[in-house]
């Protein structure tokens, strides 16, 4: 199952390549909003250790979503998907292909939009290790529930509002979790970070366990 994961993976990976549109959609609203946000709320309020994080987050968050509706919609696009799920294990590679190429693609604009939130608000970081961390393990916990609710609506036209409609009550602990330890890597608090960093990394494991057992059956 690891190996067809992989090519499950690898082929998605190939697919973006050649129709980059999912993630240049994905780093271009990250963007705007980083942008926005200095402008609307003010450079002084945005770079609050508890604003500038929220901020991030949530538009990491609906990033990872207009980045797996892609992904689904190509596989609908010409019936590959049919394909895959004829394989001895093809639902669970399924999922477990997705989780890793999305994650993929969502760490390279987490780096993006990262990075461009600390040059244009200037901020200070005390703790950058324990803020790569945060960042990393936020980065992890969300692609296992953002798969698994385009899964359950895949057959649905409505998928669209659909899917933020189910992703956002249940990643209401990982934004919190992710925001905090961000936040108080930021203000130099490391015992405070390392403590939802690891609240992160349970959030992340129980997730990609309830994705690999729920997500067969939606699929069928």
Not at 202 to 213: D, E, R, S
Request: hydrophobic share 65%; glycine share 8%.
């Amino acid at each position: 199952m690891i190996r067809r994961a992989l090519l499950v993976a690898a082929r998605e990976g190939r697919a973006d390549r050649r129709q980059p549109d999912g993630l240049v959609a994905a780093a271009t609203f990250v963007a705007a909003l980083v942008l926005l946000e200095s402008v609307v709320v003010g450079p002084q309020v945005a770079r609050a250790s508890s604003v500038a994080p929220a901020l991030y987050w949530i538009a990491l968050l609906f990033a990872a979503i207009v980045i797996a509706m892609r992904s689904f919609e190509r596989e609908l696009e010409d019936d590959a998907i049919d394909a895959v799920l004829a394989l001895p294990g093809g639902r669970d590679a399924l999922y477990a292909g997705k989780l890793i190429a999305l994650l993929g693609t969502l760490a390279v604009v987490a780096v993006g939009g990262g990075v461009l939130e600390i040059a244009l608000l200037d901020l200070d970081i005390a703790l950058p290790g324990h803020l790569l961390l945060a960042a990393a393990l936020g980065v992890v916990a969300l692609p296992a529930v953002v798969i698994l609710d385009v899964a359950l609506t895949l057959r649905l036209r409505a998928r669209a509002a659909l899917v933020p409609v189910l992703a956002l009550p249940v990643l209401v602990p990982q934004l919190v979790a992710a925001t905090n330890a961000t936040a108080l890597a930021l203000e130099g608090d490391p015992s405070g970070s390392l403590a939802w960093s690891g609240l992160l990394l349970a959030i992340a494991l129980v997730y990609a366990v309830l994705g690999l057992t729920i997500v067969p059956t939606a699929i069928e």
